[in-house]
Structures are given as structure tokens and as C-alpha cells.
């Protein structure tokens, strides 16, 4: 069955970076496009970024264009999320996303002094 697997989370202060990773599994991975998504307590889910399937195109919110970078790895099934210059507004869970509907179950990210 479709795994999504996230990791890479933490405390960081503002300014500091960390790097997101999404481990998949269950499905042909190079053949979709993937998605990370965030959500902050009270907030509504919000897209970060998209990575094309072969990993030629994305986009950011922009919010968070010219900080985060996403990437993928087909032949490892990864996809990476490099987040740079974090602010306290970036304090969220982030989800890993596939089409087809699935989610991973998150990974915390805290930015604070």
C-alpha cells in the first residue's frame, strides 16, 4: 500500500535551516508529481511547494519563495524539502502529499528563540 513517510523535523531558531525528507513507498514514485503541504494550529492546510514527476518543475507559495527549495530522488522514492532562513510563522506540521489523495503523517517543525 502507498507509504509517505516524513522526517527531518525540529527545534530551530529563526534564521536556522532544516531539511525536510518524505520516504515513499507502494506505488511507482517517478511517475507522479508530489506535493509538501504545512499546517500551523488554527490554520488551514497550505501548500508549500510542488515538484513535477521527473523533477523539472516547481513552484512555491510565496511565502516561502527564495527560503525552500523541494527536490526529489526517483531512484531512492524521496522527495526533500530544503527550508532556509526560517521564520516563526514557518512553525507548522509538514505533510508530504501524492496524488490519489494520500498524506503522510507529518513532521514538526518549531522556529523559536
Known amino acids: 500500500q502507498v507509504r509517505l513517510v516524513e522526517s527531518g523535523g525540529g527545534l530551530v531558531q529563526p534564521g536556522g535551516s532544516l531539511r525536510l525528507s518524505c520516504a515513499a513507498s507502494?506505488?511507482?514514485?517517478?511517475?507522479?508529481?508530489m506535493r509538501w503541504y504545512r499546517q500551523a494550529p488554527g490554520k488551514e492546510r497550505e501548500l508549500v511547494a510542488y515538484?513535477?514527476?521527473?523533477?523539472?518543475?516547481?513552484t512555491y507559495a510565496d511565502s516561502v519563495k527564495g527560503r525552500f527549495t523541494i527536490s526529489r530522488d526517483n531512484a531512492l522514492n524521496m522527495v526533500y524539502l530544503q527550508t532556509n532562513n526560517l521564520k516563526p510563522e514557518d512553525t507548522a506540521v509538514y505533510l508530504c502529499?501524492?496524488?490519489?489523495?494520500?498524506w503522510g503523517q507529518g513532521t514538526q517543525v518549531t522556529v523559536s528563540s
Open positions: 515538484i513535477s514527476s521527473t523533477g523539472g518543475s516547481t
Open positions: 502529499h501524492m496524488p490519489l489523495g494520500y
Open positions: 507502494g506505488f511507482t514514485f517517478s511517475n507522479y508529481a
